[in-house]
């Protein structure tokens, strides 16, 4: 059973900035959503297999940066410039048998999801 570990969350002021963690092995391809409450859950970044080709949201562009480590077997979600309206709780999730270069934006691509992490960020 493969197990997705995340980690970082937390409550921030507006303007700050919060890093998530999240481990797995072996190595997939990846990607962040987030649920706020009463929502949809949404997609944020993706970061292929290789971690050479990575993809996001509208709402996180320019704010939010995803990236990997294969050694460590853990990817990141670096946010800056926290919103009030990024608060949710972020999921990482993984995609079996991708391909070193691509991404994948959609929930159904994905075959593992972590617990979730709770960003709380205040006025």
């Known amino acids: 059973q493969v197990q997705l570990v995340e980690s970082g969350g937390g409550l921030v002021q507006a303007g700050d900035s919060l890093r998530l963690s999240c481990t797995v092995s072996p190595t997939y391809a990846m990607g962040w959503f987030r649920q706020a409450p009463g929502k949809v859950r949404e997609f944020v970044a993706a970061?292929?297999?290789?971690?050479?080709?990575?993809y996001y949201g509208d709402p996180v562009k320019g704010r939010f940066t995803i990236s990997r480590d294969n050694a460590k077997n853990t990817v990141y979600l670096q946010m800056n410039s926290l919103e009030e309206e990024d608060t949710a709780v972020y999921y990482c999730?993984?995609?079996?048998?991708?391909?070193?270069?691509?991404?994948?934006?959609?929930?159904?691509?994905?075959?593992?999801w972590g617990q979730g992490t709770q960003v709380t960020v205040s006025s």
């Open positions: 999730a993984a995609k079996r048998g991708a391909s070193y270069g691509t991404i994948y934006y959609r929930e159904t691509g994905y075959d593992y």
């Open positions: 970061i292929s297999y290789g971690g050479m080709n990575t």
